[in-house]
């Protein structure tokens, strides 16, 4: 059941809103800074290894137990950015509306009414998996694979890219998954304040500057 609900939960078609963003994709592809899969693969190593530690450890202390709302300002601490935070309470809100459609839990109401403008969206999803008796490890997998799965599916619109070529340079960083993974749920095991909290500045300024875009593909 544990397997069939990370699946679930890791999948693209998950109604959490992920679908409508790109992670930081397309401010990289105005500015030439993704061009081809391997200036996308270096974009989505680079992202796993800051933004997407952070993000799976926070999941992965959620899905171990680590009071949300703790959890949840330790996230707002660790997003510099006013965009990023918007949209990661945004996100969070949409995952939240499925995962208590999904996997109903009293531990995810309480965290809707204690936050009814949305939580971070790593601390709920390490909430989501804990409702459908997943582990941290589940938790930070599920993040992990999010943090470079979404600017790939965005670059095949933004580009044009071959899909073959973005789902083969996913395939080529699981060795890189798995290791960030592992390093998020033990840091969740040794409590909140041995959390990471890996920065990734470039990605916080674009994002500030793409928000004020006027015409956009993606809402971030």
Same mark, same amino acid.
């Given at each position: 059941?544990?397997? $069939?609900?990370?699946?679930?939960?890791?999948?693209?078609?998950?109604?959490?809103?992920?679908?409508?963003?790109?992670?930081?994709?397309?401010?990289?592809?105005?500015?030439?800074?993704?061009?081809?899969?391997?200036?996308?693969?270096? @974009?989505?190593?680079?992202?796993?290894?800051?933004?997407?530690?952070?993000?799976? &450890?926070? =999941?992965?202390?959620?899905?171990?137990?680590? +009071?949300?709302?703790?959890?949840?300002?330790?996230?707002?601490?660790?997003? /510099?950015?006013? &965009?990023?935070?918007?949209?990661?309470?945004?996100?969070?809100?949409?995952?939240?509306?499925?995962?208590?459609?999904?996997?109903?839990?009293? +531990?995810?109401?309480?965290? $809707?009414?204690?936050?009814?403008?949305?939580?971070?969206?790593?601390?709920?999803?390490?909430?989501?998996?804990?409702?459908?008796?997943?582990?941290?490890?589940?938790?930070?997998?599920? !993040?992990?694979?999010?943090?470079?799965? *979404? /600017?790939?599916?965005?670059? !095949?619109?933004?580009?044009?890219?071959?899909?073959?070529? &973005?789902?083969?340079?996913? =395939?080529?960083?699981?060795?890189?998954? +798995?290791?960030?993974?592992?390093?998020?749920?033990?840091?969740?095991?040794? *409590?909140?304040? $041995?959390?990471?909290?890996?920065? &990734?500045?470039?990605?916080?300024?674009?994002?500030?500057?793409?928000?004020?875009?006027?015409?956009?593909? @993606?809402?971030?």
């Amino acid at each position: 059941m544990s397997r $069939a609900a990370l699946l679930v939960l890791a999948d693209g078609r998950f109604p959490a809103g992920g679908h409508a963003h790109s992670g930081g994709a397309e401010p990289a592809v105005a500015e030439g800074r993704i061009r081809d899969a391997d200036s996308l693969a270096s @974009f989505c190593r680079g992202r796993l290894h800051t933004a997407g530690l952070t993000a799976a &450890a926070l =999941a992965a202390a959620a899905a171990h137990g680590v +009071d949300p709302l703790a959890l949840d300002e330790a996230a707002d601490a660790r997003t /510099p950015s006013p &965009a990023l935070r918007a949209t990661a309470r945004k996100l969070g809100r949409q995952m939240m509306r499925a995962a208590r459609a999904t996997w109903p839990s009293p +531990d995810l109401d309480a965290l $809707a009414s204690a936050r009814p403008r949305g939580a971070h969206q790593p601390v709920v999803l390490g909430l989501t998996a804990r409702s459908a008796g997943l582990g941290p490890e589940d938790a930070a997998h599920c !993040v992990a694979y999010e943090t470079v799965s *979404g /600017p790939a599916t965005a670059v !095949v619109r933004l580009l044009s890219l071959d899909p073959f070529h &973005a789902t083969a340079v996913l =395939a080529r960083l699981a060795p890189e998954l +798995d290791r960030v993974a592992e390093q998020a749920a033990e840091a969740a095991r040794r *409590g909140i304040d $041995a959390l990471p909290a890996a920065s &990734a500045p470039l990605l916080d300024i674009t994002a500030e500057a793409h928000a004020a875009w006027p015409v956009r593909l @993606f809402a971030s």
